[in-house]
């Protein structure tokens, strides 16, 4: 006896490529970025942030993270998008990605002459920063805050809520 049963629903879902996935993030915040400060100079950086690091450039072409970003702009910005299986115990392990992030981040930053911001979103949740602790501002006013460290983690909206000149240096 043959059945005659349509299994295709059951098969899994092609994944996508985390590369992909990664760049449709950058892009996805560049729209969010350039909305806020009304601008149209947020956009993603050729080979997502390695541009700088495996090209030889002059200085002044450099182009540090993930986004290109306005003129004076503070941050230097790394996107990530996944990694659902990170998680608070995450932050409590030295090997984490996690840290891995920050540190290149930070080196970014550095080399950039700007401040470390990561932007982060695990599938189906809020997006969320990880922020140099010194560097937020009020941090008594927003709720749903993670300190670790010298670091801090809260929600992207709570970051895009404050003043433009925050976000600028001159």
Known sequence: ???NYDLSALKKKKKLNSHKK?????????????????????CKTPTSGAYATTHQLPE????????IT???FRFCLECKKGYNKESLHSLLDPKSIVWEWIEQNERDAEKAGRDSLIIVQQDRQPIIVILDRDLMENPEEIDGKIFFG??????LDELLSYRDDYFFVS
Do not use: A, C, H, W
């Open 1 to 3: 006896m043959k059945d």
């Open 22 to 42: 990664g760049g449709n993030f950058v892009l996805k915040m560049s729209k969010v970025l350039n909305e806020r400060f009304n601008t149209k100079e947020f």
């Open 60 to 67: 002044y072409l450099k182009i540090y993270g993930d986004m």
């Open 70 to 72: 306005p003129q004076g």
């Open 150 to 155: 010298k670091y801090v983690i809260f929600k």
